[in-house]
């Protein structure tokens, strides 16, 4: 099992730009794809973005792109999600999920693990 944990959130004015970080360790990290979900209150968990064992293929939300970028460095257990030109609506706690497979999908499956968050504040 892989255990991960987020850092990098903070509070930022709109325009601004942060970068989450999501450190892995246990199980085989390399092999695992990987993505960044949102949650802010009041609402259901959202995807953000995702990408799969190699950051070859990568996906995000209509919500983010051009302004969010999502990277891995295997050599150090780590993905990333650089948000720039944050807006109040990006406001929510960020989660980073690690899929029970190389290849990322939509929905939930029996393996897949979840840190414990960060929270993201954006004021305008």
């Known amino acids: 099992q892989v255990q991960l944990v987020e850092s990098g959130g903070g509070s930022v004015q709109a325009g601004g730009s942060l970068r989450l970080s999501c450190a892995a360790s246990g199980r085989t990290f390399n092999n695992l794809a990987m993505g960044w979900f949102r949650q802010a209150p009041g609402l259901e968990r959202e995807f953000v973005a995702a990408?799969?064992?190699?950051?070859?293929?990568?996906n995000y939300a209509d919500s983010v792109k051009g302004r969010f970028t999502i990277s891995r460095d295997n050599a150090k257990n780590t993905v990333y999600l650089q948000m720039n030109s944050l807006k109040p609506e990006d406001t929510a706690v960020y989660y980073c999920?690690?899929?029970?497979?190389?290849?990322?999908?939509?929905?939930?499956?029996?393996?897949?693990?979840w840190g414990q968050g960060t929270q993201v504040t954006v004021s305008s």
């Open positions: 999920k690690a899929y029970s497979s190389s290849f990322y999908y939509s929905g939930e499956r029996l393996g897949d693990t």
């Open positions: 990408m799969n064992w190699n950051g070859i293929i990568t």
